[in-house]
């Protein structure tokens, strides 16, 4: 088992920021300013496919989170992002992407079929982080914990969220329904789905299989117009209301 490791701090806008390794594997981990080391709820959040653990919609959405709801918030670099390095199955899955969309063919099934493989290696590192994290005075283990992962953070998510008790909340979207449904069959925590209804590469078809998979008995479907990169910022404002509900915790204004 590997402990988690701080490796650099910084402060600005109601949060503390601290960068960690657990083990080779590079995270940050957000909290409030007034009180990082005060007991709160612990959102783990997966960025998108390209991106990495401080790419703006991430250090967005923890800003939200924090200063709203004074949670703590966690992200790691996927495989092959990030400061991690590539691998050549990575270099082959990203050229054969590259192709596809230079002749205008779908790019679906690469995406699918790479991010399974990266969920394979992922999932066990977030378990290793969520392990490594409730050893912090700040987080422990009694408090809930709650998951936030949208496109390539839905196809991490779901099969971390399907074999991970110590969650007990999930935000998902934006991803098809090939390889996730059968996991998310397993998934009964209470659901929140965003989905794109004019989406170029998901057709609505494929996204409402994957959300009519999960076996929640408490799912909610956010269905908005636009295409697959226009999902409205104003999501992130209702997945901070989703996780404080579930969590006991009141939304003020962010800082």
């Keep these: 088992m590997h402990s988690l490791q701080f490796t650099a701090e910084s402060s600005s806008n109601g949060m503390v920021e601290r960068d960690f390794t657990v083990g080779d594997v590079p995270g940050v981990l957000w ?86 493989h990266l969920a394979e290696r992922a999932v066990p590192e977030w378990q290793a982080t969520l392990d490594a994290l409730q050893e912090l005075p700040e987080i422990g283990t009694d408090g809930p914990v709650g998951y936030f992962g949208i496109n390539m953070g839905t196809a991490i998510g779901v099969p971390l ?10 935000v998902f979207g934006l991803h098809w329904p090939d390889v996730l449904a059968e996991q998310a069959k397993r998934i009964t925590v209470p659901i929140e789905f965003d989905m794109q209804w004019d989406d170029e590469h998901i057709p609505r078809e ?50």
């Design 31 to 116: 909290s409030p300013a007034s009180g990082a080391t005060d007991r709160a709820r612990l959102i783990l959040m997966g960025h998108g496919g390209g991106n990495h653990k401080k790419s703006p919609a991430m250090a967005g959405r923890a800003q939200r989170l924090v200063t709203g709801c004074g949670f703590h918030v966690a992200v790691i670099d996927a495989p092959g992002h990030g400061d991690r390095p590539r691998t050549a199955h990575d270099e082959q899955e990203i050229a054969a992407l590259y192709r596809a969309r230079a002749a205008g063919e779908p790019e679906g099934p690469i995406v699918v079929r790479y991010n399974a």
């Design 161 to 170: 969220v399907a074999i991970e008790p110590r969650i007990t909340a999930a």
């Design 206 to 255: 494929a996204g409402l299989a994957l959300f009519d998979a999960f076996a929640s008995k408490e799912k909610t479907l956010h269905a908005n117009a636009g295409r697959h990169k226009e999902l409205p910022r104003f999501e992130a404002d209702s997945a901070v209301r989703f996780f404080a509900r579930h969590f006991g915790r009141a939304v003020t204004s962010p800082a």
